[in-house]
């Protein structure tokens, strides 16, 4: 039969141990530093905008993409003299294009396209005082993505076209384009003619 005074001895022992293990473990935590976690440095801009001295108007090309807005406000500012962009983009983020518009208008600046310009570009294109295509140029315009409850998150998609479409009632289209603008796909891309764009007003200059 085991004394009691051996198992209470027992039971210490495996206290102290217990005890002095934990103190170890806190004592190596402490002397651990910490790793720094890893600073998520977002991509550059997808997109060129830069000053064209040949044609005398600034030129943007690539993705309607964050940081747009502000670029462009900065080379505005330091090219007061510039009263034309020449856009080539097949689109992008719709609130950069929307903040791009604002620049426009601000300044007075007229849009031009040589090539291709759809989507979120084409509404840049649509805040130009002035509006103009060149002999290739094609104008891409579609609807918005819905899924079945109406809702993308915390957007929804209705709300947003809307916000579009009082842009392109401001720069004095025709309502009747704005309605079709209203009822478009997401796909496949509406490339009006040019003798819409001019009877609807999205293109005002020769």
């Not at 005890?19 to 720094?36: I, N, Q, S």
């Not at 993409?65 to 406000?73: M, P, Q, S």
């Amino acid at each position: 039969m085991r004394h009691p005074d051996i198992d209470l001895r027992v039971l210490q022992f495996l206290l102290v141990l217990a005890l002095a293990g934990l103190a170890l473990f806190g004592v190596a935590m402490a002397r651990t530093e910490a790793k720094p976690r890893a600073l998520r440095i977002p991509p550059p801009p997808d997109f060129e905008l830069r000053l064209d001295s040949e044609s005398d108007a600034f030129r943007f090309e690539g993705l309607v993409d964050f940081g747009l807005t502000e670029a462009l406000r900065k080379l505005v500012a330091a090219h007061p003299e510039i009263r034309q962009i020449r856009l080539e983009s097949h689109g992008g983020y719709i609130a950069e294009a929307r903040g791009a518009v604002t620049v426009l208008r601000a300044h007075g600046i007229s849009t031009h396209v040589e090539g291709h310009c759809a989507s979120a570009c084409a509404l840049i294109f649509a805040g130009g005082v002035a509006r103009s295509l060149g002999p290739e140029a094609r104008l891409g315009l579609h609807g918005y993505a819905l899924q079945r409850d109406g809702q993308f998150g915390m957007i929804d998609p209705v709300i947003e076209m809307q916000r579009d479409l009082a842009i392109y009632r401001a720069q004095g289209l025709e309502e009747s384009f704005v309605a079709r603008l209203a009822e478009l796909p997401q796909v496949p891309m509406w490339y009006p003619s040019r003798e819409e764009l001019r009877a609807a007003g999205m293109v005002t200059a020769p």
